[in-house]
């Protein structure tokens, strides 16, 4: 009764203060966060001269025939433990004829439940189309369409990711310094952007044969435009 006299005389205490503070702000973060995964990313092929504050594009990398069509033979080589050096048509030239994903499950009509064909992949929040590669600036970026599964309530985000590759362990790993989530920044958060990475590659079905000379590779460096994959031997 005390307490309740006090707290109607002098208000809430420092303490009630503070943590109401805190849960406001982490309120504040969240729903700003939701808005930013699903505002709009523009896909362009290049950077407007005038950027509005805030606002994040997509721009694609390059899948020209003409030169994907050499990765055939790079590919071989690579195969063969020899070193080679690929550009971003090269890199889409891979993944469209090596890379398999999950399919995503169909979209319902508005509506109506979702059909019985999304059930095994229906525990999947996060659901990555075929990705995109990108050479700019001596970083790899990686871009796809993601569908953001909840119940049956599907809808587009882009993710892309900016980065270079950092030796872990005893082989070459991946390292993104930017992850976006439709315009939300995820790389402001570390550990939510690993645990998403790590749950859509766990999706990506790369050949054996690629994994193994992945891992005996000596170094991996983005210079002028490619990506180098240098041999062991």
């Known amino acids: 009764m005390a307490r309740k006299i006090d707290k109607a005389l002098y208000g809430p205490s420092l303490t009630?203060?503070?943590f109401g503070a805190v849960l406001g702000l982490l309120a504040g973060v969240a729903v700003a966060s939701i808005y930013l995964v699903f505002k709009t990313v523009p896909t362009v092929k290049e950077l407007p001269k005038v950027q509005p504050?805030?606002?994040v594009y997509f721009i694609p990398g390059l899948d020209g025939k003409a030169k994907g069509?050499?990765?055939?033979?790079k590919q071989k080589q690579f195969i063969d433990g020899k070193s080679v050096q690929v550009v971003e048509d090269e890199?889409?030239?891979?993944?469209?004829?090596?890379?398999k994903m999950d399919a995503p499950p169909p979209k319902p009509k508005d509506g109506a439940p979702a059909p019985a064909a999304a059930a095994p992949v229906s525990d999947s929040i996060f659901i990555p189309s075929k990705p995109n590669f990108r050479i700019a600036n001596d970083r790899l970026q990686l871009g796809l369409n993601c569908t953001l599964n909840w119940y049956g309530l599907m809808t587009d985000v882009t993710l892309q990711t900016t980065g270079t590759f950092t030796k872990q362990g005893d082989h070459f790993v991946y390292t993104p310094q930017t992850v976006y989530l439709g315009s939300c920044p995820l790389h402001l958060l570390p550990?939510?952007?690993?645990?998403?990475?790590?749950?859509l590659t766990d999706k990506v079905k790369i050949p054996d044969e690629f994994r193994s000379s992945w891992n005996k590779l000596r170094d991996v460096g983005i210079a002028g435009g490619t990506l180098k994959l240098v041999a062991a031997q």
């Open 16 to 18: 009630e203060v503070f």
């Open 53 to 55: 504050r805030g606002m």
């Open 69 to 73: 069509a050499a990765w055939l033979a």
């Open 91 to 99: 890199l889409n030239a891979w993944l469209a004829t090596s890379i």
């Open 191 to 199: 550990a939510l952007s690993g645990l998403l990475l790590s749950h």
